[in-house]
């Protein structure tokens, strides 16, 4: 196996940013300006957010803080880039994953909810590929600018490679190891999912859930967690094997409650598409182990909101 060489924190690195939405932005902005490192973003091209960058040229931030980056259109595959963070949604991912993999870069970072990232390990190689879980909250307005809540409640981000927690930290953006960071995405899943879709329902019918309808929700996680064990896997962390293990109500008066607090579901509302993605994963690994799809999982698509019944 190729040994790469792990940078410092104080090092200038040459960093791509694939997806420069709310998460990507704020990541750029902040390893641009803070880390001092020469950071290039690449956006879709014809997208309203390519347009924005190309005319800023920088991340600017809503008081007008700027950080200057490169702005491409489409990655570029000769350039050895020190990481490249890929801060796509999952359902996004298949389209960058050729270029991705003939790409020189030294790391590929996945930061987004997955059920299955296996494929992406398979895409890169396993030698540079890792993962990581963003944990911040942004926003973009109409005009392109970034207004970002970083470390709130002394919430971090998640990586599986020490050298980039370190770099992270170094910009600015609070991080922590997660040394099976692949298990905890894929236990992780589940709840992602029962809060998204609570979300786009508080959200379209502008009211918090009703009980039934997070028993259900709290119901599909359950059901979640018990094709994770079938597929051989442990539930993970510990905090996750607990709830595993309590009543569907508590989880059910969790989603309750949160349904209420609009700040959550505002920020969790825009994910139908990878909410959707998701539970699809989730029915193809059910297929894959010759077991019956789950109702309970089917359940919890955001388009099942009109119709729920516990």
């Known amino acids: 196996m190729t040994q790469i060489s792990a940078p410092t924190p104080s090092s200038q690195l040459r960093i791509a940013v694939i997806g420069p939405g709310q998460i990507g932005s704020t990541f750029a902005s902040r390893l641009a300006r803070n880390g001092g490192h020469e950071v290039t973003v690449v956006a879709r091209p014809g997208s309203p957010r390519l347009a924005q960058l190309q005319r800023d040229v920088a991340i600017v931030d809503c008081d007008g803080t700027r950080a200057e980056v490169r702005v491409l259109d489409q990655l570029d595959e000769e350039t050895a880039y020190d990481l490249v963070l890929v801060t796509l949604l999952a359902h996004q991912v298949d389209a960058v994953l ?12 996945f930061m987004f909810n997955t059920f299955d990232p296996t494929p992406l390990e398979g895409a890169g190689g396993a030698a540079r590929c890792t993962f990581g879980m963003p944990i911040v909250q942004a926003q973009l307005d109409t005009d392109g600018k970034l207004k970002a809540t970083i470390g709130a409640g002394g919430q971090k981000t998640l990586m599986g ?42 959200v379209e019918r502008g009211s918090g859930a009703s009980w039934s309808e997070a ?12 094709l994770i ?9 510990r ?19 949160l349904s209420r607090v609009r700040g959550f579901r505002e920020l969790l509302a825009t994910g139908r598409a990878e909410c959707e993605a998701i539970i699809d994963a989730m029915v193809r690994a059910a297929r894959l182990q010759q077991r019956p799809i789950d109702d309970r999982i089917e359940a919890m698509r955001p388009a099942n909101h009109g119709t729920r019944r516990a």
């Open 98 to 109: 050729p270029a991705l993999s003939r790409s020189a870069a030294k790391c590929i970072q």
């Open 239 to 257: 905090s996750k094997t607990w709830l595993d293990r309590s009543p569907v109500a508590a989880l059910a008066g969790t989603l309750w409650f």
């Open 215 to 226: 028993v259900i929700l709290s119901r599909g996680v359950h059901a979640s967690f018990d």
């Open 161 to 202: 490679r020490r050298q980039w927690v370190a770099v992270f930290n170094a910009a600015g953006l609070p991080a922590a190891l997660e040394p099976d960071m692949p298990l905890w995405l894929r236990c992780h899943a589940p709840l992602c999912v029962a809060f998204e879709s609570v979300s786009i329902g508080a």
């Open 229 to 237: 064990k079938t597929m051989g896997y442990p539930i993970y962390p």
